[in-house]
Nanobody
Framework: QVQLVESGGGLVQVGGSLRLSCAAS????????MGWIRQAPGKEREFVSS????????MYADSVKGRFTISRDYANNTVFLQMNSLKPEDTAVYYC??????????????WGQGTQVTVSS
């Protein structure tokens, strides 16, 4: 089992940047694919990005490709999401997720509590 705590959300203007962090508990960090899922008000959960256990595979939703970058720090059991060129449609609660499979999905088993990202125009 793994526990996840996100941080780094906030209010930013269009075109700005934010860096989300997700700290994972336990000594099994490297056995999970890690990633981010977001949910905007009134919408379904949406896959954003995922990074494999070895960091050899990264995946991005088309809507964020080229603007967001996912990475992970094994020494500190942390996964990051660098978000640049933010748009109003990026406004959502961002959840960190962990999955023993190759990538996180909207049905992954382990979730954090979420962090709000608001992009103002």
């Amino acid at each position: 089992q793994v526990q996840l705590v996100e941080s780094g959300g906030g209010l930013v203007q269009v075109g700005g940047s934010l860096r989300l962090s997700c700290a994972a508990s336990g000594r099994t960090f490297s056995t999970y694919a890690m990633g981010w899922i977001r949910q905007a008000p009134g919408k379904e959960r949406e896959f954003v990005s995922s990074i494999s256990r070895s960091s050899g595979l990264t995946m991005y939703a088309d809507s964020v490709k080229g603007r967001f970058t996912i990475s992970r720090d094994y020494a500190n059991n942390t996964v990051f999401l660098q978000m640049n060129s933010l748009k109003p449609e990026d406004t959502a609660v961002y959840y960190c997720a962990a999955d023993p499979r190759v990538a996180v999905t909207t049905t992954s088993l382990y979730w954090g509590q979420g962090t709000q990202v608001t992009v103002s125009s």
